[in-house]
């Protein structure tokens, strides 16, 4: 070894326990230890280790110093801002004392390894859209497709370029809370109602709203966003994108709970004599909704042949219910007088498009006023006044496709309409008021959408 390169190997070695306080020989009053090393503890306190050699001792200093890192004589060359931070840290770390926060090693080793991973993981746009199209993929209805896609599409847009490890639970709470957009509220009040060109007035069968572009969204909305935001990290996590789920910890919207929206007994009978009257097409639709329970989705896509009124049930396969489990539902009285009339070997149950359906309801409507059903109100209905008249919360969780879990029905549907309007309820038939003909009118989608343009000029 040159004497060049042992001077700069000596020069290391110093510099090495230099840090620690250096490695000092000379009278000690140690009988038997010769070498020492010194260095600054905590509090400014001088902390000191004794050796018998000097290999010992210099071994001893260099761990010391990778162990404690940036402080001692170079402790003087930290910056004004590094100054700032410590001296924070130290009257954070000086007001929590119980329970005492991590050392300031850890805090930053914690940040160093979030933002390393910020910088290597993988984009929101792309995530998003690998997510989206698992979902296809799985099969899920257009409908979860249709609001997956929408509010993980704000998302995209808001943070695209962001990397999804740099997310906090935090942030993302924030996030939710603070969501603001379209949102549309009744109006208050009586207002004006339209006119054709003729002057006459055209009957409302809906509840007029007012528009408000940049309004802050409900805590339903925003619970909606949340709980997409849950799902896509857990599949981020899954897949090893994120090491953890920070929308587990973000803060929830809680809003005032909502009673279930039903029809009475009387308003549920008027319905059914305005289909009979104006949309008998719909009847069979609306009575397995309304006292068979069914989902929208899936009485579109029930077929005759599930319906066995001889042996007094439906049995729906696990290809058209939303649980991806088949189940069977029993035919009370009240449902096998509504199919009597309509039913069919084979075919869909309801076989108008979306257009038509909808034209068909307006149709319906319209000659009973006042009647405004709320939104889901066939399967709240049914919920309700099955649980009140039979009693029996696992047999209606059952029907409805709750796995036989009574805590739903507990959470939504207890303490909702009485036992009375229950049997009124299970007691109605099918009634067609005195000189009424049924209309019998085949609309296509088209026809219907021509006749909404008509009405509304």
Sequence with gaps: MSKTASKGKKKEEESLVRYAGGVSKGKSAHPRYSFVVRWPGENGKRL???FTNDTEAKAWAKEKSADAGELGDNFASLSEDERGAVAAFRKFRAAHEKPAPPPLKTVVAEFVKRWEASRAGAKVEVAVDEYLESLKKRGKSK???????SRLGRFKKDFGERVLPSFTSRELGDYILNLRGLVLKPVKGDPPGRKRK??????????????????????????????????????????????????????????????????????????????????????????????????????????????????????????????????????????????????????????????????RMRLALRSAPGLLPPRNWARHSYATYHLLAFRHPGETAMQLGHKDDPAMLDAHYRGVGTEKEALAFWDIRPETPENVVAMDVKEDGAQAQTAIRREAQ
């Design 143 to 149: 409908a979860h497709l249709a609001a997956s896609g």
């Design 48 to 50: 000191a280790k004794w």
């Design 198 to 359: 003729d002057g006459t007035p055209v009957k409302r069968t809906y509840r007029p709203v007012v528009v408000r572009v940049n309004d802050d969204l409900s805590l339903e909305s925003k619970a909606g966003y949340r709980r997409a935001l849950m799902s896509f990290f857990e599949w981020a996590r899954k897949r090893g994108m994120v090491t953890e789920n920070p929308v587990k910890d973000a803060e929830k919207p809680e809003g005032t709970p909502k009673l279930p929206g039903v029809l009475t007994a009387s308003e549920t009978k008027s319905f059914f004599i305005a289909l009979l009257k104006h949309a008998p097409e719909l009847v069979p639709f609306w009575a397995v909704r309304a006292f068979a329970g069914l989902r929208e989705s899936e009485a579109l896509r029930m077929d005759w042949r599930m319906i066995d009124l001889a042996a007094e049930k439906i049995t729906l396969p696990k290809t058209i219910t939303k649980s991806r489990h088949s189940r069977e539902i029993t035919i009370q009285p009240v449902l096998a007088a509504f199919l009597a009339l309509h039913v069919k070997p084979s075919g869909a149950v309801c076989s108008l498009s979306p257009i038509a359906r909808r034209w």
